[in-house]
């Protein structure tokens, strides 16, 4: 993203350094036990657990995402800003990165819960 310079080249590095920490963080604390009835955990019990984590996941990650698009742009202007008559100090285009990242990670995880084994 040459509008936004280095900024914009390091974003999705820092998106990718979010995404790896909390995925190991929620990989670490999947947990299955033994049954009540003392039988080991099924396919679908296991597969419930992942869905579970990757949802948390993708709720930790969009709340870091957010508040990395919208501090990390403060001030930044790009073409659609430059187009309005908005005053300098009070551009910010995070939100409108925010929403593409996040329509992305949520198209993901829909296809990620629509290919996966059941």
């Keep these: 993203s040459t509008e936004f310079g280095e900024k ?5 590095f820092y998106i990718m350094m979010i995404g790896l920490i ?3 963080a929620c990989t670490v604390h ?13 396919l679908d019990d296991l597969l419930g657990a992942m869905r579970f984590n990757i949802l ?6 969009t709340v870091c ?3 990395l698009c919208v501090f990390f742009f403060e001030q930044e202007a790009d073409i659609i800003d430059d187009m309005s008559n908005v005053p300098k100090d009070q551009l910010n285009p995070g ?3 925010f929403g593409c990242i ?6 993901g995880v829909l296809i ?3 290919t996966e084994y059941s």
């Design 102 to 107: 996040v329509l992305g990670l949520a198209v």
């Design 112 to 114: 990620g819960m629509i």
């Design 22 to 24: 909390v995925s190991i």
């Design 30 to 42: 999947i947990r299955i036990g033994m049954k009540e009835d003392g039988s080991a955990p099924t």
């Design 8 to 12: 914009g080249v390091a974003l999705p």
């Design 56 to 61: 948390v996941a993708a709720v930790v990650i």
């Design 65 to 67: 995402v957010l508040f």
């Design 95 to 97: 939100p409108r990165l």
